[in-house]
């Protein structure tokens, strides 16, 4: 590597390039979605893939690792949404480059090698270069001087070039407890044409940009006061990819790079602006580019534009571009024109773009086509909400009109704030999120999640470490095997209960059992654990669950139903095999319902989740709109065909690249690893799955959808059910298609024709019934025109009428002024339901004299304890107090002559 790389791509490949001759391995990023980690929203990090490493819940086969992670922040901590734009610095997806080692090299490597890259092979100035270390102010934790002494040693690095820092700056913690340590920033001096650095803020200025971030993990935190040191220490390094890239290209931004440029001028193509007014119009111009690419990158692993969580940031971003297009004067669907140059530059390094290129261009220009037909009216509601805040002499908007905007209107929260701050006033940001807490219980919305415990990890890691010693584990741990036979003999290794663990057990005890080897399947890609049971001589432990607290071992939790099981003694390790058999059916059923959603949706309708449990299967696919009747129809017909064909299943396991190029289905959010499982059927279905599947499609007998509807906003999903509860179904409907065929007193294949007839006669019965239920009504107030109270020359009739509607009670109300088209005043109820519900009806000569039918409504509506509203000529109202209604009606009289007062 002689040459300085040049483009962004060759500075990628550069950085890959030399770890990989360092005798690391390459591993590909991860999905912006984290695999297995329900505490982030997106990726942030290169180390989120390795986290279970430091955490010891997994093991590699490798020591060293090399890649470019794909990553974005835009929530919580890490947020740099705002900043996007303002500056050169900024975004919201970015690449960080990284190097670890697990357990492997430590500090001297690392530092050694991050200067060799930079100086001998970048041709970084050893004079612009500056590394802080770690210095406890508190000191409880010891200052990092191996670290300083190895900057020290470096090759032309200036001892007047390091920096110490302390806790908040420079000390990483993964969270309250676990992995931690301290870490050694490099800053690079971007002006040091205004002299020597004499003090640590000004690293923190302007003046320097943090190119590269080493991470030395030597600690676990037990307390917040109380550090162990780990028997093992690993490196974790994050570089910022487009900064480096706007270093080695001395372009002074990141956005004058090949990263962004090509993406600078698609927008100046469609806009005609001169490189002058792209200057004066710069913020606009970063934020569409930095967006666009977010948004390509966020839709090619399979996050589509939705209402909550991940779904709801790429609505946001995709939004939040297009109405910076408008300062562009740029007001139509125009997105998808700047995301083409997004895939044609990453598309080497980042494969997925270019297979999904026609998903990410057509979700993307949907969505600023959705947006375009409410942006006009919602930004009008918050001018006026804003000139009102002015007015009355405020500066934060509230949160629940924010909330509103965003329920009704689709004004992502983040497009509000913008447009406030235009006007230099505020949002209530967390009363936006309390409003839309309450909106969310409201609908129904919501999730949980969990997460295994420090204590407990810690406790089976020591089990895991005496059982090697002992000899009744090997270093892989327990052995997994979901995939032979359904039942295995071993010894009882341990028992745990409540935290502890014990000798024996008692009958009704609750324990967590460890075996040497097990055929229970762990949940995992939306498969449900398998439960099944422990049994020795004389008892037996039902399980009714399996996890993995701990790299290496497997924990069965149950309920000792009789005796008392002892460590050491042989077991019968079971699986219930009937469960076991319905949940493989509807694995597979998965798999063939994915690939029928392909054929008949097409390529978009992508696995957006899965739940595999032995009575149903329930995906979740990416799909703007509800399926048609002949649509599910299609679907399930094309599922039985292939149940029919009974094609084989054909499982291996080969490296994840190899499959990937051969074109099997990786789904996003899972975590692969390096050797991959693979599942085929035919020619139609190729999928990654580690999960458990039937020999053969025919092994389903039948597949029945039972459910189609909305999951999430762009997110529709399916229920369904094979094998035994499909035919449980089948039964369960002939039955209940028996029954009604005698009802009927007709023959099953004639329910429905003669069910219509039925309907029909009964409707027509129901409109004859209505034709003279509605005739005698105005028979009687025919009768009650006879009984108008005159007030002051004016007729006044307020009257109670049984059996009808409100329908009906309208048109009462029209022969009412007929028969007065002056001097009149009419007040018609009637009961609905158990709930009085009325019009008031006043004739247009009197609303003149003070006299209106939304007021009078009101006052009688007030009376049965409701309210109404309406035209002062006409209006309606309701109340809940029906056996009030006749006095709320006499004072009808009344109200007329006291505004004639």
Same mark, same amino acid.
């Given at each position: 590597?002689?040459?300085?790389?040049?483009?962004?791509?060759?500075?990628?490949?550069?950085?890959?390039?030399?770890?990989?001759?360092?005798?690391?391995?390459?591993?590909?990023?991860?999905?912006?979605?984290?695999?297995?980690?329900?505490?982030?929203?997106?990726?942030?990090?290169?180390?989120?893939?390795?986290?279970?490493?430091?955490?010891?819940?997994?093991?590699?086969?490798?020591?060293?690792?090399?890649?470019?992670?794909?990553?974005?922040?835009?929530?919580?901590?890490?947020?740099?949404?705002?900043?996007?734009?303002?500056?050169?610095?900024?975004?919201?997806?970015?690449?960080?480059?990284?190097?670890?080692?697990?357990?492997?090299?430590?500090?001297?490597?690392?530092?050694?090698?991050?200067?060799?890259?930079?100086?001998?092979?970048?041709?970084?100035?050893?004079?612009?270069?500056?590394?802080?270390?770690?210095?406890?102010?508190?000191?409880?934790?010891?200052?990092?001087?191996?670290?300083?002494?190895?900057?020290?040693?470096?090759?032309?690095?200036?001892?007047?070039?390091?920096?110490?820092?302390?806790?908040?700056?420079?000390?990483?913690?993964?969270?309250?407890?676990?992995?931690?340590?301290?870490?050694?920033?490099?800053?690079?001096?971007?002006?040091?044409?205004?002299?020597?650095?004499?003090?640590?803020?000004?690293?923190?200025?302007?003046?320097?940009?943090?190119?590269?971030?080493?991470?030395?993990?030597?600690?676990?935190?037990?307390?917040?006061?109380?550090?162990?040191?780990?028997?093992?220490?690993?490196?974790?390094?994050?570089?910022?990819?487009?900064?480096?890239?706007?270093?080695?290209?001395?372009?002074?931004?990141?956005?004058?790079?090949?990263?962004?440029?090509?993406?600078?001028?698609?927008?100046?193509?469609?806009?005609?602006?001169?490189?002058?007014?792209?200057?004066?119009?710069?913020?606009?111009?970063?934020?569409?580019?930095?967006?666009?690419?977010?948004?390509?990158?966020?839709?090619?692993?399979?996050?589509?534009?939705?209402?909550?969580?991940?779904?709801?940031?790429?609505?946001?971003i995709i939004r939040r571009a297009f109405r910076f297009g408008g300062h562009l004067e740029l007001h139509k669907p125009f997105l998808a024109e700047v995301a083409k140059p997004v895939i044609e530059n990453y598309k080497e390094a980042y494969p997925e773009l270019e297979r999904n290129q026609q998903i990410i261009l057509k979700t993307i220009t949907r969505e600023e086509e959705q947006f375009q037909e409410t942006l006009e009216n919602a930004t009008y509601r918050l001018e006026n909400m804003l000139h009102d805040l002015k007015e009355q002499g405020k500066e934060t908007l509230p949160g629940d009109q924010a909330a509103h905007l965003y329920t009704t209107y689709g004004m992502?929260?983040?497009?509000?704030?913008?447009?406030?701050?235009?006007?230099?006033?505020?949002?209530?940001?967390?009363?936006?999120?309390?409003?839309?807490?309450?909106?969310?219980?409201?609908?129904?919305?919501?999730?949980?999640?969990?997460?295994?415990?420090?204590?407990?990890?810690?406790?089976?890691?020591?089990?895991?470490?005496?059982?090697?010693?002992?000899?009744?584990?090997?270093?892989?741990?327990?052995?997994?095997?979901?995939?032979?036979?359904?039942?295995?003999?071993?010894?009882?290794?341990?028992?745990?209960?409540?935290?502890?663990?014990?000798?024996?057990?008692?009958?009704?005890?609750?324990?967590?059992?460890?075996?040497?080897?097990?055929?229970?399947?762990?949940?995992?890609?939306?498969?449900?654990?398998?439960?099944?049971?422990?049994?020795?001589?004389?008892?037996?432990?039902?399980?009714?669950?399996?996890?993995?607290?701990?790299?290496?071992?497997?924990?069965?939790?149950?309920?000792?139903?009789?005796?008392?099981?002892?460590?050491?003694?042989?077991?019968?390790?079971?699986?219930?095999?009937?469960?076991?058999?319905?949940?493989?059916?509807?694995?597979?059923?998965?798999?063939?319902?994915?690939?029928?959603?392909?054929?008949?949706?097409?390529?978009?309708?992508?696995?957006?989740?899965?739940?595999?449990?032995?009575?149903?299967?329930?995906?979740?696919?990416?799909?703007?709109?509800?399926?048609?009747?002949?649509?599910?129809?299609?679907?399930?017909?094309?599922?039985?065909?292939?149940?029919?064909?009974?094609?084989?299943?054909?499982?291996?396991?080969?490296?994840?690249?190899?499959?990937?190029?051969?074109?099997?289905?990786?789904?996003?959010?899972?975590?692969?690893?390096?050797?991959?499982?693979?599942?085929?059927?035919?020619?139609?279905?190729?999928?990654?799955?580690?999960?458990?599947?039937?020999?053969?499609?025919?092994?389903?007998?039948?597949?029945?959808?039972?459910?189609?509807?909305?999951? =999430?906003? %762009? @997110? &529709?999903?399916? /229920?369904? *059910? !094979?094998?035994?509860?499909?035919?449980?179904?089948?039964?369960?409907?002939? #039955?209940?298609?028996?029954?009604?065929?005698?009802?009927?007193?007709?023959?099953?294949?004639?329910?429905?024709?003669?069910?219509?007839?039925?309907?029909?006669?009964?409707?027509?019965?129901?409109?004859?019934?209505?034709?003279?239920?509605?005739?005698?009504?105005?028979?009687?107030?025919?009768?009650?025109?006879?009984?108008?109270?005159?007030?002051?020359?004016?007729?006044?009739?307020?009257?109670?009428?049984?059996?009808?509607?409100?329908?009906?009670?309208?048109?009462?109300?029209?022969?009412?002024?007929?028969?007065?088209?002056?001097?009149?005043?009419?007040?018609?109820?009637?009961?609905?339901?158990?709930?009085?519900?009325?019009?008031?009806?006043?004739?247009?000569?009197?609303? =003149?004299? %003070? @006299? &209106?039918?939304? /007021?009078? *409504? !009101?006052?009688?509506?007030?009376?049965?304890?409701?309210?109404?509203?309406? #035209?002062?000529?006409?209006?309606?109202?309701?109340?809940?107090?029906?056996?009030?209604?006749?006095?709320?009606?006499?004072?009808?009289?009344?109200?007329?002559?006291?505004?004639?007062?």
């Amino acid at each position: 590597m002689n040459n300085i790389p040049k483009t962004g791509n060759e500075i990628r490949e550069s950085f890959i390039d030399f770890f990989k001759e360092k005798g690391h391995k390459f591993v590909k990023s991860s999905s912006l979605v984290p695999g297995g980690d329900s505490t982030l929203l997106f990726t942030n990090a290169g180390m989120v893939q390795f986290k279970d490493i430091f955490l010891g819940t997994e093991q590699r086969d490798y020591n060293r690792a090399v890649n470019s992670q794909k990553c974005m922040r835009v929530a919580g901590k890490h947020n740099d949404l705002e900043d996007v734009g303002r500056d050169d610095s900024h975004h919201t997806f970015f690449e960080m480059l990284g190097n670890w080692s697990f357990g492997d090299y430590y500090k001297k490597e690392a530092i050694s090698w991050a200067w060799e890259l930079l100086t001998d092979v970048w041709k970084f100035p050893k004079d612009r270069l500056y590394a802080t270390v770690f210095k406890d102010e508190l000191k409880e934790i010891p200052t990092d001087e191996d670290a300083a002494r190895y900057w020290l040693e470096q090759p032309g690095f200036k001892e007047s070039h390091l920096f110490y820092e302390g806790r908040k700056e420079i000390f990483w913690e993964m969270g309250d407890t676990g992995p931690c340590g301290p870490s050694s920033e490099i800053h690079y001096d971007l002006h040091p044409e205004l002299g020597p650095v004499k003090d640590k803020e000004t690293i923190n200025s302007e003046r320097f940009i943090e190119i590269w971030n080493l991470v030395f993990i030597q600690y676990n935190r037990v307390s917040p006061d109380h550090l162990e040191p780990l028997p093992a220490t690993h490196v974790d390094t994050g570089m910022g990819f487009e900064r480096v890239v706007a270093i080695l290209q001395n372009s002074g931004s990141n956005y004058k790079t090949d990263l962004f440029l090509p993406l600078l001028r698609a927008t100046q193509a469609l806009t005609g602006d001169s490189d002058q007014e792209l200057d004066r119009n710069i913020t606009p111009y970063r934020v569409i580019a930095d967006h666009a690419r977010a948004a390509a990158f966020l839709i090619a692993d399979g996050v589509v534009p939705g209402n909550i969580g991940r779904n709801y940031v790429c609505r946001m971003i995709i939004r939040r571009a297009f109405r910076f297009g408008g300062h562009l004067e740029l007001h139509k669907p125009f997105l998808a024109e700047v995301a083409k140059p997004v895939i044609e530059n990453y598309k080497e390094a980042y494969p997925e773009l270019e297979r999904n290129q026609q998903i990410i261009l057509k979700t993307i220009t949907r969505e600023e086509e959705q947006f375009q037909e409410t942006l006009e009216n919602a930004t009008y509601r918050l001018e006026n909400m804003l000139h009102d805040l002015k007015e009355q002499g405020k500066e934060t908007l509230p949160g629940d009109q924010a909330a509103h905007l965003y329920t009704t209107y689709g004004m992502p929260l983040e497009i509000t704030r913008d447009i406030a701050e235009e006007k230099g006033l505020e949002v209530d940001d967390q009363g936006f999120r309390e409003a839309m807490e309450e909106h969310r219980l409201a609908s129904g919305k919501g999730e949980s999640m969990g997460d295994v415990g420090g204590k407990e990890v810690k406790l089976y890691r020591d089990l895991l470490k005496d059982l090697q010693k002992e000899g009744k584990l090997d270093s892989e741990g327990v052995h997994y095997d979901p995939y032979g036979e359904l039942e295995f003999s071993g010894e009882i290794l341990a028992l745990v209960h409540q935290g502890e663990r014990i000798e024996r057990a008692q009958p009704g005890q609750d324990v967590n059992v460890i075996v040497p080897r097990t055929p229970f399947y762990l949940e995992a890609g939306g498969q449900v654990s398998d439960t099944g049971m422990i049994a020795g001589e004389n008892w037996q432990i039902d399980i009714r669950d399996v996890y993995q607290p701990a790299a290496g071992v497997i924990v069965h939790v149950g309920n000792v139903r009789n005796g008392n099981p002892e460590v050491g003694e042989e077991a019968a390790i079971i699986v219930d095999s009937q469960r076991r058999k319905d949940i493989m059916r509807n694995h597979t059923g998965t798999h063939l319902l994915h690939a029928a959603l392909d054929e008949v949706l097409g390529e978009h309708a992508r696995q957006a989740g899965s739940l595999v449990a032995p009575d149903r299967l329930r995906f979740d696919f990416t799909h703007n709109e509800a399926l048609s009747n002949q649509e599910l129809e299609t679907i399930e017909e094309i599922v039985n065909q292939r149940i029919l064909e009974n094609h084989p299943l054909r499982i291996a396991h080969k490296p994840l690249q190899e499959a990937v190029d051969e074109g099997a289905r990786a789904l996003f959010g899972e975590k692969y690893g390096d050797v991959v499982r693979t599942v085929k059927m035919g020619t139609f279905s190729y999928e990654l799955c580690g999960g458990t599947h039937s020999e053969s499609s025919g092994d389903l007998g039948i597949f029945l959808i039972t459910h189609e509807g909305s999951a =999430a906003a %762009g @997110i &529709r999903r399916i /229920e369904a *059910v !094979t094998g035994r509860k499909a035919y449980q179904l089948v039964q369960r409907r002939f #039955r209940e298609l028996d029954k009604a065929a005698s009802y009927l007193s007709t023959g099953p294949d004639q329910v429905a024709e003669q069910t219509k007839a039925v309907l029909n006669e009964l409707d027509k019965t129901h409109h004859e019934l209505e034709s003279i239920r509605e005739r005698l009504a105005f028979l009687e107030l025919n009768q009650a025109f006879e009984k108008t109270s005159p007030v002051q020359g004016i007729h006044v009739l307020s009257v109670t009428l049984k059996d009808v509607d409100m329908e009906a009670l309208r048109r009462m109300a029209d022969r009412f002024r007929q028969e007065y088209p002056e001097q009149g005043v009419a007040v018609l109820a009637t009961i609905v339901d158990h709930s009085p519900q009325m019009i008031a009806a006043v004739t247009k000569d009197l609303v =003149a004299r %003070g @006299i &209106r039918a939304d /007021e009078l *409504v !009101t006052f009688v509506a007030e009376q049965v304890d409701g309210g109404g509203g309406g #035209r002062p000529t006409l209006a309606q109202a309701g109340g809940k107090s029906p056996e009030k209604l006749e006095e709320a009606l006499k004072s009808v009289a009344g109200w007329v002559e006291r505004q004639l007062a």
